[in-house]
């Protein structure tokens, strides 16, 4: 149980297009979701907290116009990096909160996105 | 805020010994869990082993379980016969419980992490 998937696993895309990430549980419901950033050899940084049927709260630093997260149902939160560009590469990882039975967050397998 | 510190960059053992990782952690919180995850190659995060702060008694997972002081504020992971699956990058986290979606509930504060290779 408690299984998180992630689509894509890995993205090339040219810079200034927008490129569409999502995340699903699979055999739960999830009324909070998580999205992070991980740089090589670094811990995961927290990008935002992702609420179904509302806006998402963003990390100090984060630009919520470039990273829109939408939480459309209770098993999927998708993250769309606009007008991409190089600096923006980096490995994605979502996480949803099994907040029903044991507060735990399991992650998905990761996104890593290349901008050329 | 909270913070979560691993000592221990960089950790190695011999198949079928046992090692411990070390985590403390500091927060005013009184009602929070603590977790430990290990992240392969593959770069999954997978989830190890969890402690309600509220228990007193150790969390344990087969080979994997920890050491939770809480008046320290420490939260150790010992590995059990280590085997090459055990090869990984661990992070402790720190986990703030909350009701309804007060500030920062539910979120997890993570350690830098401890490179663990297991040699045969």
């Known amino acids: 149980g408690a299984v998180v998937s992630q689509h894509p696993s890995w993205v090339i895309c040219k810079s200034g297009t927008s490129v569409k990430i999502e995340c699903r549980s699979l055999d739960f419901q999830a009324t909070t979701m998580f999205w992070y950033r991980q740089f090589p050899k670094q811990s995961l940084m927290l990008m935002a907290t992702?609420?179904?049927?509302?806006?998402?709260?963003?990390e100090q630093g984060v630009e919520k116009d470039k990273f829109l997260i939408n939480h459309a149902s209770l098993t999927l939160s998708t993250l769309t990096v606009t007008s991409a560009h190089p600096e923006d590469s980096s490995f994605y990882i979502c996480?949803?909160?099994?907040?029903?039975?044991?507060?735990?967050?399991?992650f998905g397998p990761g996104t890593r996105l290349t901008v050329l | 805020a909270q913070t979560v510190t691993q000592s221990q960059p960089e950790m190695s053992v011999q198949e079928a010994e046992t090692v411990t990782l070390s985590c403390t952690y500091d927060t005013s919180e009184n009602n929070y869990y603590l977790f430990w995850y290990k992240q392969p190659p593959s770069r999954q995060m997978i989830l190890v082993i969890r402690q309600e702060a509220y228990k007193q008694q150790n969390a344990t997972e087969n080979r994997f379980s920890v050491n939770f002081q809480k008046a320290a504020k420490s939260f150790s992971l010992k590995i059990s016969d280590s085997q090459l699956g055990d090869t990984a990058m661990y992070f402790c986290a720190f986990m703030k419980l909350g009701s309804g979606s007060g500030a920062g509930s539910y979120q997890l504060t993570f350690g830098k992490g401890t490179k663990l290779s297991v040699i045969p």
């Open positions: 996480s949803a909160l099994d907040g029903g039975l044991s507060d735990t967050q399991y």
């Open positions: 992702s609420n179904e049927g509302s806006k998402a709260t963003y």
